[in-house]
Nanobody, 119 residues
Framework: QVQLVESGGGLVQAGGSLRLSCTAS????????MSWFRQAPGNDREFVGT????????RYADSVKGRFTISRDNAKNTVYLQMNSLNPEDTAVYYC????????????WGQGTQVTVSS
């Protein structure tokens, strides 16, 4: 089964930028639709964005649209989340998720990486 590992989280000041990475252990990475979610303490896990297998289509939550960008490098089995203009409301644990449409009955999840934005 595919294993996902997030990295790149940390502490950043408001207005700053951070790039998260999510690397899959193996597989035909281009077969997976990759998504980013986040969860702040006391909140439900919320959708951040999605990128299709070849990176041709992306979709973002309204809360991050224009500030965050998803990209992927299938040769490296990696999906990225570039986060700009961060604010304290972006503080959360960020998770990547993978699913092969028509194959997987549920998402595979990484362990998450903490992003903290200070004011």
């Amino acid at each position: 089964q595919v294993q996902l590992v997030e990295s790149g989280g940390g502490l950043v000041q408001a207005g700053g930028s951070l790039r998260l990475s999510c690397t899959a252990s193996k597989g035909t990475f281009s077969a997976y639709v990759m998504s980013w979610f986040r969860q702040a303490p006391g909140n439900d896990r919320e959708f951040v964005g999605t990128i299709t297998g070849l990176g041709m289509y992306t979709r973002y939550a309204d809360s991050v649209k224009g500030r965050f960008t998803i990209s992927r490098d299938n040769a490296k089995n990696t999906v990225y989340l570039q986060m700009n203009s961060l604010n304290p409301e972006d503080t959360a644990v960020y998770y990547c998720a993978a699913r092969r449409p028509g194959v997987d009955t549920s998402d595979y999840w990484g362990q998450g990486t903490q992003v903290t934005v200070s004011s």
